[in-house]
């Protein structure tokens, strides 16, 4: 006779919530990834189906993949997910750490602000410059790869006040290193 403990499930699945999130560089990295993937589709059915390549798709795939890089990379800025060696937070000492996560924090905004300024006098030069086969100017481009920067400058500072209102102390929840 079966009792209730042999008609316990062995595995216990529990789906958790997602949140799904909606910023704009979110839907627009995605939106841009979908454009290149549709690009790149073109670019192999004409060539290695038609036998007749469309000669704009390489070129607009390319600039696409810029573009999907640079602003796709604002949203593990916004959640704190690029990579980092982390190392020396687990085996320093918290009052060590805080001013090591400070200086992290500005040598970051200190980067992507020099980025940011060297994105705009790009923009600058690159106006009289035409790309290969569509005749726009290729400050187009580098505005893409621009916004990009603009986008992940704000989303460190960000991060940057948060880290400075908690004091520079760990985020609730953080994950530990687990060495064997």
Known sequence: MATQADD?????VEDVDAAIEHHPED?????LFWLLALVVFAQFFTRYILNDSLAWTEEVARYLLMW???????????RRTHIAVEVLHQFLPE???RPLRAA???VTLGFLGCLA??????????????????????SWVYGGIAVGVF??????????????RRGWRA???AHTLMID
């Open 171 to 173: 985020p609730e929840g």
């Open 151 to 164: 986008i992940m400058l704000l989303r460190a500072l960000q991060v940057a006040v948060q880290n400075l």
């Open 27 to 31: 839907w627009l990295a995605f939106a």
């Open 104 to 106: 992290i924090d500005a």
């Open 8 to 12: 316990a499930p062995l595995i216990v």
């Open 95 to 97: 009052r060590l750490v």
């Open 68 to 78: 999907v890089t640079f602003i796709g990379a604002a949203v593990p800025m916004r």
């Open 117 to 138: 300024w060297f994105s705009i006098l790009i923009l600058e030069r690159m106006q009289i410059q035409r790309m290969t086969i569509i005749d726009l100017p290729m």
